[in-house]
């Protein structure tokens, strides 16, 4: 089992920054995906970015050159940092982490971008 605890949401204006953070605890030996997903009101679930344990990115095509995925391996932490903010990004992003025994969520947190 993973559990999986995020950090980092809030309110930010058009063009500013925020950095997300998603720890990884439990019982197990390696987590070779992690990744981030997003959900804005009356949207479905997206993809935002995923690391492979070796460092392999994939990202979304509406968020690349803004966002920058990272995860520190020793510390089971996966990183987003979100520049270049929009009014669009806003939505409640989701960190996720696949190993074979199965895929795992984290609860949420909150990214507003408003003036």
């Known amino acids: 089992q993973v559990q999986l605890e995020e950090s980092g949401g809030g309110l930010v204006q058009p063009g500013g920054s925020l950095r997300l953070s998603c720890a990884a605890s439990?019982?197990?030996?390696?987590?070779?995906?992690m990744g981030w997903y997003r959900q804005a009101p009356g949207k479905q679930r997206e993809l935002v970015a995923q690391?492979?344990?070796?460092?392999?990115?994939n990202y979304a095509n509406s968020v690349k050159g803004r966002f920058t995925i990272s995860r520190d391996n020793a510390k089971h932490t996966v990183f987003l940092q979100l520049n270049s903010l929009k009014p669009e990004d806003t939505a409640v992003y989701y960190c996720?982490?696949?190993?074979?025994?199965?895929?795992?969520w984290g609860q949420g947190t909150q990214v507003t971008v408003s003036s």
């Open positions: 996720n982490a696949w190993n074979p025994q199965g895929a795992y």
């Open positions: 439990g019982s197990f030996s390696s987590i070779p995906i």
């Open positions: 690391i492979t344990s070796s460092g392999i990115t």
